[in-house]
Structure formats: structure tokens, C-alpha cells
């Protein structure tokens, strides 16, 4: 049985799905009742920052794939209770799912989960961390614009250049380090595309769909403005993101992924031609 957690989430989907296609029992940790998750044998409702919730979602847990909510304040305590709960609990494989360059400062979801990182080389579990790049995914609720307007907005120059990765590689290739010893002590990166700036973005995107992309960049004011719903960690959070995007980019590298899938990652243009063809014409 392996403990996922932020089972319900975006992430916490595909990994979930991926364990139930290789008929590995899963206790999915939910924070609602209401949740209705395909392929979880056992649903477990808690919440991550409570201690007592960790102890009870552990027992008669050898193997644990912690996904720790996005954008979380807490990401650092929530971390400590999961290590220090897998090692009462004896488990044999703690698997981190972290983030691409965790190493930089500037964006706290990223120094958070290094500082994860830390605490889990000091544990003496038996692990593995992957660091995923940002997901082709998080284009998805521009398609509609992208395929009405023919414009691609984000709040980050049209020269970053940065690599993306298919969410269901991540989960092919976290179902497959949670089902191997062979992993243990590693650290991975998950890219699935060398650094794109923005403008092969729309051009891949363009080609897809058969019209010109034109890119535009929002301006971070007009990105606040329009955000006011999100927590203030969230969006102060995401603006040091776009900051940090628009002047380094993320450049990461595919080698690793390509080795525990042991094929060619999914690059952008199969993306969008293939999973999501229907959508996008
Ligand atoms: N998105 C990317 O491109 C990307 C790339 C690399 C790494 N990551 C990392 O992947 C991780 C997961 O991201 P995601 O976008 O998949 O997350 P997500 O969709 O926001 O899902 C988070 C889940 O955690 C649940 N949750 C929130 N607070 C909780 C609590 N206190 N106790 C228990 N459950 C709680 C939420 O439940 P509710 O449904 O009830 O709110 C939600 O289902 C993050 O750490 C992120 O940094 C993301």
C-alpha cells in the first residue's frame, strides 16, 4: 500500500491513476469527504498540517509519495511532519515530489521544498526526490483564447525560455521510481523539453492548430489586479515566479526522465497534437 499525499490535486490525479494501471493499492489522502477518486483503494481525509492526521494515515504504510499542496505557506512544516511520520512508521521508500531548481531563493515554493530536500537527506529514510518542471498542462485554461483570439498571454517576456514537462510522463515516471528500489538515494530532475522561450511556444502552438500565435505579455500589475482572489502567499508567491522567469527562465535537462522512462519524454508539439487535439480545434 502506498500513501499519497495531495492526492486530489492536479498532480495527486495522474499519480493516483498511473498506481491503479499498474495494480498498486493506494490510500489517497484527501482533505474532503466529498472527493470521489478513481483508482484510490482507500481514501484517507485528513489535513496535512496536523500531526495526529500524520500518524494515522502512516499505519501499516511502507512506501510514501509525498505531493505537499501548492503553494502551501507551510510547505517546510507540513514536510517535517511527513518525514518524521514515515520514520515512526517504519517506511521503507519516501519518495519527495519537489520542483525543477529548488535552489533558488527568490521563489519561496521553490526554497521551501529545498529546505524539504535538507530535512530528508538528514533522516536516514530510504528516498527518492524528483523535480519536476513546470507542467504543458498549466497551458491548458488558455486554450480556448489561444484558439479564439490567436494570442498567448503571459505574465513573463516572450524571451524566457523555459522547460516544460507532460504531467503524465511525471506520473509514469513516479510510479515507476515508487515501484523500484533502483531509485533509492537519487535526486531527478523531470524535464521533458529543453528551454523554450515563449515565442517557440507559439510557434509550436501555432503549428498545432494551423493559425498564427501571437504572444503578449501581461504586465505583473494587471496580472495582480486581476488575481485578488488568491491567498496573499499565493500571489506574492506567483509574481516572484514571473519575476524570476522573465529574468533567468528555467532551463533543466531532459537525460533523467529519459532514463526512467526509458523512451523519449512527450515533447510540446506531440502534447498538443495528440492528448489534447480535440480541445484544441
Ligand atoms: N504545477 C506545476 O507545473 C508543478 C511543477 C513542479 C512541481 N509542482 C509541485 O507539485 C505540487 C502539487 O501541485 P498541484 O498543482 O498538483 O496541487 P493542487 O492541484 O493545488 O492540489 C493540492 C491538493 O492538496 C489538497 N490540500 C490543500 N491543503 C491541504 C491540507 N492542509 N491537507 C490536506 N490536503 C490539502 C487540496 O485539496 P482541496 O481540493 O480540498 O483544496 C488539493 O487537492 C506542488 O508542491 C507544486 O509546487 C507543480
Known amino acids: 500500500m502506498v500513501l499519497v499525499t495531495g492526492a486530489s490535486g492536479k498532480t495527486g490525479r495522474a499519480i493516483v491513476a498511473q498506481l491503479a494501471k ?54 517546510v512544516n507540513i514536510g517535517r511532519l511527513a518525514i518524521q511520520s514515515a520514520k515512526q512508521a517504519g517506511v521503507e521508500h519516501f519518495v519527495y515530489h519537489s520542483v525543477l531548481h529548488p535552489q533558488t531563493r527568490e521563489m519561496a515554493h521553490h526554497w521551501h521544498k529545498l529546505l524539504v530536500e535538507e530535512m530528508i ?75 523554450l522561450t515563449q515565442q517557440e511556444v507559439s510557434n509550436i502552438l501555432g503549428a498545432t492548430i494551423n493559425r498564427t500565435i501571437q504572444f503578449e505579455e501581461i504586465a505583473l500589475d494587471n496580472w495582480e489586479a486581476n488575481n485578488k482572489t488568491l491567498s496573499d502567499f499565493a500571489r506574492q508567491t506567483l509574481l516572484a515566479m514571473f519575476r524570476y522567469y522573465d529574468q533567468f527562465g528555467l532551463a533543466g535537462n531532459s537525460i533523467s526522465l529519459r532514463s526512467i522512462l526509458g523512451r523519449t519524454p512527450t515533447s510540446l508539439a506531440n502534447f498538443f497534437s495528440t492528448t489534447n487535439h480535440q480541445s484544441m480545434c
Open 22 to 75: 499498474r495494480d498498486v493499492a493506494v490510500r489517497a489522502w484527501v482533505r474532503r469527504q466529498s472527493i470521489a477518486l478513481e483508482g484510490a483503494s482507500e481514501l484517507f481525509i485528513g489535513d496535512m498540517q496536523d500531526a495526529e492526521d500524520w500518524s494515522r494515515a502512516c499505519v501499516n504504510i511502507k512506501k510514501i509519495y509525498h505531493i505537499c499542496p501548492n503553494m502551501h505557506p507551510e510547505e
Open 121 to 195: 537527506l538528514a533522516s536516514g529514510l530510504p528516498f527518492t526526490i524528483l523535480q519536476p518542471a513546470p507542467y504543458m498542462q498549466n497551458l491548458q485554461p488558455q486554450w480556448e483564447t489561444i484558439k479564439n483570439e490567436g494570442v498567448l498571454r503571459l505574465p513573463y517576456s516572450i524571451n524566457s525560455a523555459i522547460s516544460l514537462v507532460d504531467l503524465n510522463d511525471v506520473a509514469e515516471a513516479a510510479v515507476t521510481v515508487i515501484g523500484s528500489n533502483q531509485y533509492i538515494f537519487g535526486t531527478f530532475e523531470l524535464t521533458g523539453t529543453p528551454p
